[in-house]
């Protein structure tokens, strides 16, 4: 069944893209065209009316909409009108409100939202939207990778939901929402997603590089794809064959992205080498030293901190602190300049920390015993 999509009536070429566009930050959009069939592809969420009501036409339509709709009256807003003007075409909206012509698309979709759920801000919607179309991507990605290649077009399509979410609603919001799903890959792809975003704009890369960084974060773990589930699962450590199994994804990642068609050399790059570390002790190739890319050491860190801050099977989590003092006491492995960067933005980033899911050790090691995640 189809997600609830906001649907907007319109009349109005000129401006109805940027409406689209707008919506489509917090939930599917779906266009009603006066002048072209009409059709409902989707249960309606809420309506955005911005026509002109005087036309005998969009007054047809309207009126079939209510009919198409029935008693279910969802909340309206109308641009440029009156609720209950122009009878019949205005009046069955019971839940509307009026907004002038040129109101800007923002901040008709704001006022909509305030009528779908008053509690909720905008940034709230963005980073569930963000995290929803991300993770749709990841499992529609993880499916096809276990079969053969994945569709790099699609992977476009999920930059900007992560990259807009961490924009809009901060680390805090990302992190709120994603420790809400339960599959433990995808969790993983989500965090170290939002941690390389944030990470980026903290370092003021360009938008360029901000979407490079995003899309080799979303793919570096496709090669889990083909990993047995019982070794991803394991509820404990893993024996050296589990191990020696579970190291070959980079090199699955990196095969099934090659097999895609073109696809950036970072992230390819990224997506074999993440495991590497800058004193050779890494995998698959041990490379050290300046073999190391900058994008690989950005997100290397990322994913380490993500890892150590999850619950997994085989650990319980870490805090904030104690995962920041594995960082750093990873001398000669990570990019030192690197590690102090990172703690400057994670910590500034709107308080980002301070709703963590709390340490739940289950068992009396400490930090040093985890190390760098094993998965």
């Known amino acids: 069944m189809k997600q609830p999509a906001i649907l907007l009536v319109t009349d109005r070429q000129d401006r109805s893209q940027c409406l689209i566009e707008a919506a489509q930050c917090i939930a599917d959009c779906q266009v009603l065209a006066i002048n072209q069939p009409w059709y409902l592809a989707a249960p309606v969420l809420g309506i955005i009316v911005d026509v002109r009501l005087e036309q005998p036409r969009t007054r047809s339509c309207l009126s079939w909409l209510a009919q198409q709709i029935g008693a279910h009256r969802p909340p309206a807003i109308l641009v440029g009108c009156m609720p209950g003007v122009a009878a019949p075409g205005a009046r069955p909206w019971g839940t509307a409100v009026s907004l002038a012509t040129d109101a800007e698309p923002r901040t008709v979709v704001a006022a909509l939202l305030r009528l779908l759920d008053p509690q909720a801000s905008v940034a709230d919607w963005i980073v569930r939207r963000g995290a929803t179309r991300s993770a749709n991507l990841l499992r529609a990605m993880f499916r096809s990778a276990e079969a053969g290649a994945v569709d790099l077009a699609a992977v476009e399509d999920g930059l900007e939901p992560v990259m807009n979410a961490i924009r809009e609603g901060g ?70 064959d589990e191990m020696a199994v579970m190291r070959t994804h980079a090199v699955l990642g990196y095969d099934i992205l090659r097999a895609s068609g073109t696809c950036d050399p970072i992230a390819l790059a990224v997506t074999r080498h993440h495991h590497e570390m800058l004193d050779g002790s890494g995998y698959p190739n041990g490379l050290s030293s300046e073999a ?84």
């Open 171 to 240: 680390l805090t919001h990302w992190l709120d929402v994603v420790w809400e799903h339960d599959d433990i890959t995808f969790q993983h792809c989500l965090l170290v997603s939002g941690l390389v975003s944030a990470f980026a704009q903290s370092l003021g890369l360009s938008r360029a590089d901000q979407l490079t960084m995003a899309r080799a974060a979303l793919v570096h773990d496709v090669g889990k794809a083909r990993i047995p589930h019982a070794i991803l699962n394991k509820p404990g450590k893993l024996d050296p």
């Open 292 to 375: 190391v890319s900058d994008p690989i050491r950005l997100l290397t860190v990322c994913d380490i901190y993500a890892a150590l801050i999850e619950r997994r099977s085989y650990k319980a989590s870490f805090s904030s602190d104690e995962a920041m003092r594995v960082l750093q006491n990873m001398v000669g492995k990570l990019d030192g300049a690197l590690v102090q960067a990172f703690g400057i933005a994670v910590s500034s980033r709107n308080g980002c920390w301070s709703r963590l899911p709390p340490v739940s050790r289950t068992r009396d090691e400490g930090p040093a015993d985890f190390g760098p995640a094993e998965r």
